[in-house]
Each structure stands twice: as C-alpha cells, then as structure tokens.
C-alpha cells in the first residue's frame, strides 16, 4: 500500500495526454446536438487540434519518465515513442476521414469523439504496465472501433464488418482476460514488474504449466489483435467490410497500439520465460507472414488486399518479436513507424479513389491511374515499393532491421524464410503497378477530380517521410533504439 | 567531392531535372536526356587516368559515413574491373537514347527518367564497396528495368516484367540475408575491410558458414547472369523490352551478376567457391551448349539473340570458375565484349523492327539488296558475335578457352562446341533474314541507315574492332586486378585462423 494514496501532480502530466483527449471527446458530444448540419467541419478541426496538443503533451511526459497510478501506467520511452505514434496516426486518419464523410453525408461530431476515445485507448496500451490497465486500454480503443467500424449504419457491408469485428473481437478478449486470470492465480499480481520479478525468482517455483498456459490463453488474444496466424481470419472481412478511413485506422493504429502491449508483455513480464513462448511465436510468425501473402495473390478487392498485407506484415512484425532482444524490439518500433506511413498513403489513395459509396475499390479500377492522375499514380507507387521493401524506402529498412535482429537471435530460418515471404509479396504489389502503368484506362472511365486538401497532404507527407526514412533512417531508430530498453 | 560522386550526381540529377520537363515537349525530354548522357561518358573518361595510375589498387575512393548504426557506410571506388564496365555503362547510355528517338513515342518523359534511373544504380552497383550499398544500387536497378519492359514492351510485356522482377527479387532475398549475417559475424559491411579482416584472420568463417554464404551469394547473381538453369527470365524480358531495354538488359544488366561473382563470391568466400567450382562450370558449359541449340530453333530474332546471351555468358562463368589468371582476364574482357556486340546485336534488329514491324525471321528474307549498309553492319556485328579473330569477341573467348585447357581438357572441348554452334545460329539468321529473295513487304519497307543510325552503330562497330585488334589498350587494368584477385584467393589463412576454424568446428 502506497504511503500517499493521492497521485501526484507529475503523475497526472504523465496521464495528461489522454486526460486532454477525453475532455475534448466528451465536449464533441456534447457540442455534436447543438451544431446545425453545415457546422460539421469544426469537430475535424478541433479533434485535429486535440492530437496535436497532445503529442505536446505526450512528449513533454516523455522528459520525465516513470511510473503513474501505482505504477498502472509505466511512462518510459517506449510508452512515448508509441503515444505519440497513434496520435500522429489518428491525426492523418482525420485528414482522410473529413473528406469521405461529407460525400457519404455522414459528417458527425460523434465519429471524431470515438476516433479521440479510441486514441485514448491506444494510448493507454502502450502505457499501462498492470495487466487490468492494459486491458481496460484494450477495451476502450476496441469498444470505439467496433462502433466505427459500423459507422455508416445503412451500409451493409459496414453491419457485417462491425458485427464480426464484436462478436470475434469479444471473444478473443475474453481469453486475453482469462489468461490474466490465471496470470494472477499463480504469480498473485497483475503489475508486469511484479509477475516478472515473481517468475525470475528461483525460490518460488512458479507452476511452469499453469504459467505456460496463461501465456498461451494471453497469446491468443494479442493475435487476434494483431491479427496473427491463426487469429487472423476476422481482418480480410473486417477491413473490407469498414469504411475506407475507419479501416486505415484499425490496420494502422491499432495494430500499432496491440503490437505495443504485446511487446511490452512478452518483454517484460514473460521474459523470464521466453524459451517456452519462442517456438510458438515463431510457429505463428511464419505462418501469419505465409498467409498473408499467399492469400494476398490471388484478391481483386483493393481494401482486402490491403487486408491481407497487413496480416503478412505482422508476421514480419512477428518475427520480431520472436527475436527477444532489444534490437528486436528497436526494430519492431522502427517497422510500425514505417508501416503506419506507407499504409496511411496507401489508404489516402484508397479512400481517393473509392469515391461516394466506396464503388471503386476493385484493382481494375486503377487502371490507367498513371495517366489519369500522374502524381497520385506516382506516390502510390513509391508506397507500394516501400511495402515490397525496395531501398530508399523506408520499408526497406524496416525489413532489414527485422531481419537484422532474428539474425542476431540466431533465427536464420525464419529470417530466410521471412525474406522470401517479401519475394512472394513483390508479385501483389507490382501487379497494382502493372494495373496503374500498363493498362490503358477503362473506356468511359468516371472522370477523377484531383485529390481534395486533406487527402494531398497526407499522401505527399507521407510519401515525403516514406522516402526521407528510406535514406536517413537514424533518425527514428535512434530514438527506437534508446526507448527499447524497459523500465522495469 | 570526390570524382565519383559526380558521377553518381549526374544521371541522378539528370534523373530528377526530366521529372520537372514539361511532358508535352517530347523534343527537348530527349535532347536533355542525351546531353546528361554524353556528359556522363566524357566524364567517365576522365576517370581512366587515375585508375590506371594505381593498378591492383582501389583509386578514386570516397568513404563517408552514411548510417551510424549498423555501420552502413558510403564507400565507393574504382578498380581496374569495374572501370570498364562503368564505362560501357556510360558509353551505351546516349546510345540508346538516340536508338529510342523515333520508337518511343509514348509516355516519353518516363521513358528516359527510367533510363537515367536505371543508370545511377547500375553505376552505383559497379564503385559500391560497401556490401549493403551494393544491394541498396542492385535493387534500385531492378526497378526502372520492370518499367522499361512492362510499359514499352511487345505483346507479352507485362509477364516478362514481373517475371524478371519477380526471379532478381528472389535471389537478393537471400543475398540479403546473407550479407546481414556476415555483418553480425563481422560488425562490417565493408568489402575491403571484410578481405582485410579475413587476412589478418580476425573473421573467420567456418567452412559450412562460407559454403552457404557463398551459395546465397551465388544463387543472387546466378540468376542476374543468368546461369543454367536459372535463365528462363531472360528470353521473355529480351524479347519483351523495347530496344533500349534490351540493349540495357542484355549489355549492363547481367554484367552485374558477372561482376558479383568477381567482386564478392570469390574474394570473400575463396574456399567455398573451389569447392563448388566443377558443378558451376559443368552448368556453365550445358548453358553455353542449350544456350546455342536453343537460339538455333527460335523463330523470333530479338528471342534468338536473347538466347545467345545466355550462351556467352556462359563463358564468362566458365572463365571465372578456372581461377586462372588467363580466365579471369578472359571473363572480364567478355563481360565487355558481349556487352557491345550484344548490344549492338540488338540495336540492328531493332532497326530492322522499326522498318518491318516484325522480329519473326520468316518474315523476313533479302534485305541485302534493300538496305546494303544496314547488312554490312549486321554482319560485321555477327562475326564479331560469333568470335571471328581480329574482331572483339575472339579475344575474351579464346583466353577463356585456353584457361579452361589449363584446368582440364574436356571443359574447354565442351566450350568450344558453343563457339561452333555460335557461328551456326547466326550465320544462318543472317542467311535467312538478308538474303534469298526480297518479298515485296521488304523491298518497299527498308530505307537504308540514316544519319541517326549511322551516329548509333558507328562507334559501337569501331569499338568491336578496336577491342578485337587493340587488347593492349584495355587488358592492363583487368590483368593488374586479377592477379590481385588470385593472391587474395590464394592467400593461406593465418594459422591462428585455420586453429579457431577448427575448434568453432569442434565446438557445435
């Protein structure tokens, strides 16, 4: 029991960041019935100003790392590098999300309140160091994504997304819950410290079985959220089924915000045991990279391609994370930097290119796009050359570094296998360069405005920081390498 | 700054200048573009003095850090194997340009940004000394090859691009990871470095560790080269790419496998590449025979010469795996020879293509009478192919030939049956095509050479016979740095070394 059981001021600067984003959410709905049709616009402008404000924050936490809550919340570099990450990452999926919801008439103060309630969530996940915390963090960015996922309510596709997506996605966090259960039956606490010093502890003789099990029942939820193998088969459906926009966000920073606790779970508290979930990582890398990939081939669907890329690139993801080093975890912070860049433009172009009513979201109906919209068409291709890990990009460096770490782990299969999983994944992504450079345009093709603002500047940001990671890469791994380190 | 970065800055710069051209003024894209070209050759020229001036040695080095971690470092440089070939780089560059002047006229400025991309990697390929600059260049090559071919191909361009892509892909996966492993094993990238550390015997890789390493390595650059039985990309990407992509395919582009294997296979892995080296060459001498039977049944001219390609570049594997100061010269100065005959090989047939919208043989057939010049050139550039001595091809093949006599016999009887069968296919193509009866669809569409094509094949002839004639103006370089190349391979590791390889051995 604490001395103090008030939290101090300092505590509440590290919690500052999502406090902000809840108050701003709040006022979204309240503001949301008083404000007449026309008056949508503002909510984008303030949600986007909220991010803004707290990346601030986040980084102004970040100076003063430590413990908050009784050591709820851990607020280290890692915390930091990935707060700031899914805020950035919610910050663009507004820029996407304005646009497309005007033209679907469905521009709302609600849809950025849960965006800013999910972000909190995220933000809570790569925080918290309690295993309550954490799944209190989980449920609050799942429960707003859930809804987002279905926002268009009339739309069946986005129905079928967001009742899979819940019913799935509830299911899995039941086991996460229930492998916390028996994680604090045995160890008798719920603080990741705490559980890691109980199991590094030699004169407890922790029930190897039973803590094997509550890693694999915890294991089975963090797939699911990562949508690893054999957790995977929701996110093809899922993102398909969402709009454009909402299925940037799921793939992107929610993702970004799972691989985080995941990361942190398996390196701090489950550490000590890593020689038994090693193979099983390993097993479940391999496999998600190869599903994803082979299914990848053979879709015509643009978003469900996407879809399964995700899922491969969370196998590589997961390759990582097998690796158990700090160079592992450098390169899995460094990998969702550049993932969470290229897939925002590619998305961007999706969403562009979908138009009202998300009708054009086949391949075919790129066709031509390089002499249609040159630039579009162009930044497009330096995102697909970044996902297929080409050099000057920054997925080429992502893959390296990953690859990198499972070498120094001495995980040369996987390492060989992985790349040329990144061989096979080459053939889907020049295909929509084929589609974009070699085919003619369709006859009597609907004419493409030129992308809107918010839609140019992300796909040129993007593509900007895509390139400038592709060449200078020290920059964010640096500050990946220096936040690696868990402040136990 | 040192005077290959400007050799790197010039098409990349060039590259980004087209970029800002106003698209509807295809005119001024290809005068730009051919001015960035010469420009680059005639400073390429430059660079002949100073290596030359340090035979055997790395001249012209630049070395600047470029990531901190891991060491990633810029560090190029130029020897007397690579010097050549970036000047056939540079040299073919304005020549293609001026062969793509009337085919091209579709989507022209991309057109010739993708060739001054494709010229940045291939140059930065040839001076990078630093095994992950290497690889960033290799791949930055692949990519305005695949837009090369797929978008101003033939009929079948979209599968030969991703074909091509798709099989380079594959094998610099694994070349990757094995690059990333010798850094882990070593803390560098660096090739010099690397070499040094392995004489000093400070790394030292145990035998299966080199084996599988040198095989990664090799498999990447066999299937550039390509080797039989990995060729299967290169007649469809050939036959696919328009002219300038051929040309640039064929010259350049598989001289970079040719030139991995020089470059890094047999320095860093000397030991490994020994071992393998009689089954390399057994595939060598089946690719250089299938190579040759293959062309001789192909309807399809650009497909045939393709084919040919894959039998010359069999003699260069072949030269190279003798380890003989004879074979590598004679591999080297093929890489060059081939890569102007070749190309020149494949300029002729693209003019004939111009003309007659057709590459089927049959098609074909007296175009002597039509276009008298236009045949003379073709067959000066087919003897030269075959290996008629006092023309290019003679020297790089017979100093192959001899080497493979000093390692054994039968190597060099196989060999010689391809040059044999070299002079078959080609003879009887030029058969087919120039002479017999003119039909009419030849006679009224066969304008001799004009000026442009004069300025194109001009030189490209001069340097046939010049290398045919003039060896001593190019061997010199090639000769200092393979001998270089053998006391490298030579060298016994220190015996400290050979203990610690024996107990790492024991060890697992």
Known sequence: MPANFMPTAQEYLRFAPESLLILVGVLLMILEPLSGPDGKRKFAVISFAALAAAIGLAIAAGMDPGPAFSGLLMVDGFATFFRVLVLVIGMFVILISTNYLKLEGHESGEYYALLLFSVVGQCLMAASNDLIMLFIGLECSSIASYVLAGYLRDDKRNNESALKYFLLGSFATAFLLYGVAWTYGTTGTTNLTAIRAYLMDPAHHANMVVVGAATALMFVGFAFKVSAAPFQMWAPDVYQGAPAPVTAFMSIGSKAAAFAMFVRVMMTAFEPVKDRWEPLIWISALATMTIGNCAALRQSNLKRLLAYSSIAHAGYLMVAITAHSEIGTASVMFYLTSYALMSLGAFAIVVYIARKGERFVEINDLAGLSQRQPLVAALFVIFLLSFTGIPLTAGFFGKFYIFKAALDSNLVWLAILGMLNSAVAAYYYLRLIVVMYMQPPAEGAEELLAPTIGIRVTMLVTAALTIALGIFPSFILDLAGKSAAFAR | ?508
């Open chain 2, 1 to 508: 700054m040192n005077l290959l970065d400007i050799l790197l800055i010039l098409p990349a710069a060039g590259f980004l200048l087209t970029l800002f051209l106003p698209k509807d003024n295809p005119g001024l894209i290809r005068n730009f573009v051919f001015g960035v070209s010469v420009v680059t050759f005639v400073f390429s020229l430059l660079l002949i003095g100073p290596v030359l001036a340090s035979p055997g040695r790395l001249a012209l080095e630049g070395n600047s850090s470029w990531i901190e971690y891991p060491a990633i470092r810029y560090h190029v440089a130029l020897d007397g194997l690579s010097l050549w070939l970036v000047i056939l780089s540079t040299f073919l560059t304005p020549i293609v340009t001026l062969v793509s002047w009337k085919y091209i006229q579709n989507r022209v400025k991309e057109f010739y940004a993708f060739l001054l991309a494709l010229l940045l990697g291939v140059l930065g390929v040839f001076i990078a000394q630093d095994l992950f600059l290497f690889f960033v260049f290799w791949e930055i090559s692949l990519v305005p090859m695949y837009f090369l071919v797929g978008i101003w191909g033939h009929d079948k361009r979209i599968y030969a691009a991703l074909k091509f892509f798709l099989y380079t892909m594959a094998g610099s996966a694994l070349m990757l990871v094995a690059i990333i492993y010798l850094y882990n094993k070593s803390g560098t990238f660096d090739i010099p470095l690397l070499l040094d550390m392995m004489a000093k015997g400070r790394l030292v890789l145990t035998g299966a560790e080199s084996n599988w390493l040198f095989l990664a390595f090799f498999l990447a650059f066999a299937i550039k080269v390509p080797l039989f039985p990995l060729h299967t990309w290169l007649p469809d990407a050939h036959g696919e790419a328009p002219t300038a992509g051929s040309v640039m395919l064929a010259s350049v582009l598989l001289k970079l496998g040719t030139y991995g294997l020089v470059r890094i296979c047999l320095p860093l892995f000397p030991g490994a590449a020994r071992d393998n080296a009689n089954w390399i060459i057994v595939l060598a001498i089946a690719g250089i025979i299938y190579g040759a039977l293959v062309a001789m049944v192909q309807p399809n001219m650009k497909r045939l010469v393709a084919y040919s390609s894959v039998s010359h570049l069999g003699f260069v594997v072949l030269g190279i795996f003798t380890f003989t100061q004879v074979g590598l010269d004679g591999a080297v100065y093929q890489m060059l020879n081939h890569g102007i005959s070749t190309g020149a090989l494949f300029i002729l047939v693209g003019m004939l293509y111009e003309r007659r919208h057709s590459l089927e043989i049959s098609d074909f057939g007296g175009v002597a009478t039509a276009a008298p010049w236009l045949t003379t050139m073709f067959v000066i550039t087919t003897l030269a192919s075959v290996g008629l001595p006092l023309l290019n091809n003679f020297v790089g093949e017979f100093l192959i030939l001899q080497a493979a006599v000093q390692v054994n016999f039968y190597y060099a009887a196989f060999a010689a049956i391809g040059v044999i069968l070299s002079a078959v296919y080609m003879l009887w193509m030029v058969q087919r095509v120039f002479y017999g009866e003119t039909p009419e669809t030849v006679k009224h569409h066969m304008p001799d050479m004009s000026t442009r094509e004069w300025a194109i094949i001009v030189p490209l002839i001069a340097l046939m016979v010049w290398m045919g004639i003039g060896t001593q103006s190019f061997l010199p370089p090639i000769s200092a740095n393979s001998t270089q190349l053998l006391q490298v391979m030579k060298q016994p590791a220190p015996p400290s070394a050979v203990q610690a390889a024996k107990e790492s051995v024991h060890a697992r």
